[in-house]
T-cell receptor, first 109, second 114 residues
């Protein structure tokens, strides 16, 4: 089977930096994606890592360590609009994306 | 056009009704997906269409019947649903069918079965 673990909730202060971790177990791993979903909205693609290392896209960065089956999403200069749920998602050789349970990010002013 | 459009946005149906959910994209994506999402839960994969052919069915009950009339359209036919089928139904598409460039999701149909 396959499983993904990420914290259920994280709280941070506006302007700060926050890291959301994800560990996974899966067969035929291709890569790790991150999606953002606001309440009542659709999931929005943020990033994809297939190789070890850090990918940066503006205020958001994503990291992958294939040997550790671990990744994280780093959000910098937090803004109130970043309050949302963040899902890590594994792409496997069956060409399926399986989502983790999601991390609810609360941002305090 | 960089959107996936789903209709209707909201649907209430009885357990004996037949209804259809519709999804449309004009980005030239050749893979399309149906996901089901319950409140405060992650999206769960239901079906995958690749080049208009059903490639993955995640053991979904037969009361859900997908259809892909062409490369731009995806339907989900609903019949004899149960109250526990109430959820947000999300359609998505992807460019390569591998998820590397990410899925583009529609805003979903919020379904209530009464």
């Amino acid at each position: 089977g396959q499983s993904l673990e990420q914290p259920s909730e994280v709280t941070a202060v506006e302007g700060a930096i926050v890291q959301i971790n994800c560990t996974y177990q899966t067969s035929g791993f291709y890569g790790l994606s991150w999606y953002q979903q606001h309440d009542g909205g659709a999931p929005t693609f943020l990033s994809y890592n297939a190789l070890d290392g850090l990918e940066e896209t503006g205020r958001f960065s994503s990291f992958l360590s294939r040997s550790d089956s671990y990744g994280y999403l780093l959000l910098q200069e937090l803004q109130m609009k970043d309050s949302a749920s963040y899902f890590c998602a594994v792409l496997n050789r069956d060409d399926k994306i399986i989502f983790g349970k999601g991390t609810r990010l609360h941002i305090l002013p | 056009d960089t959107e996936v459009t789903q209709t209707p946005k909201h649907l209430v149906m009885g357990m004996t009704n037949k209804k259809s959910l519709k999804c449309e994209q004009h980005m030239g994506h050749r893979a399309m997906y149906w996901y089901k999402q319950k409140a405060k839960k992650p999206p769960e994969l239901m079906f995958v269409y690749s080049y208009e052919k059903l490639s993955i069915n995640e053991s979904v009950p037969s009361r859900f019947s997908p259809e892909c009339p062409n490369s731009s359209l995806l339907n989900l036919h609903l019949h004899a649903l149960q109250p526990e089928d109430s959820a947000l139904y999300l359609c998505a598409s992807s460019q390569t069918g591998t998820g590397k460039t990410g899925y583009t999701f529609g805003s979903g149909t919020r379904l209530t079965v009464v």
